[in-house]
Nanobody, 125 residues
Framework: VQLQASGGGSARAGDSLGLSCTASGRAFSAYTIGWFRQAPGKEREFVAAFKRYNSNPYYADSLRGRFTISRDNAKNTVYLQMNNLKPEDTAIYYC???????????????????WGQGTQVTVSS
């Protein structure tokens, strides 16, 4: 599966941005789809995900309430709505897909087999 992330850009603190991740290839619902981010000098961290065949979202505890993940299986697209952005949200945001991810590994980057190219989000104060 190939993933294409889009929608990043620059924002001010308190603004909102939306990201999209569109997949080509096998049906989206067969994969766990996750969003991760990586800030300069930091490790890649989990943001949110949908487990395959499951509509219940998973979130990083620190982002729950500000970030919302949604999906449109008909469009093979997963979205990430980011509200009340903060400067510490500045990072490259990646979407990723994996076929055999279980609940205990859904927040682990190495569990995902496929990665999009990333999209930059920059939040200024």
């Amino acid at each position: 599966v190939q993933l294409q992330a889009s929608g990043g850009g620059s924002a001010r603190a308190g603004d909102s941005l939306g990201l999209s991740c569109t997949a080509s290839g096998r049906a989206f619902s067969a994969y766990t789809i996750g969003w991760f981010r990586q800030a300069p000098g930091k490790e890649r961290e989990f943001v949110a995900a949908f487990k395959r065949y499951n509509s219940n979202p998973y979130y990083a505890d620190s982002l729950r309430g500000r970030f919302t993940i949604s999906r449109d299986n008909a469009k093979n697209t997963v979205y990430l709505q980011m509200n009340n952005l903060k400067p510490e949200d500045t990072a490259i945001y990646y979407c990723a897909a994996g076929g055999g991810i279980i609940t205990s590994t859904i927040r682990i980057p190495d569990a995902y087999e496929y990665w999009g190219q990333g999209t930059q989000v920059t939040v200024s104060s």
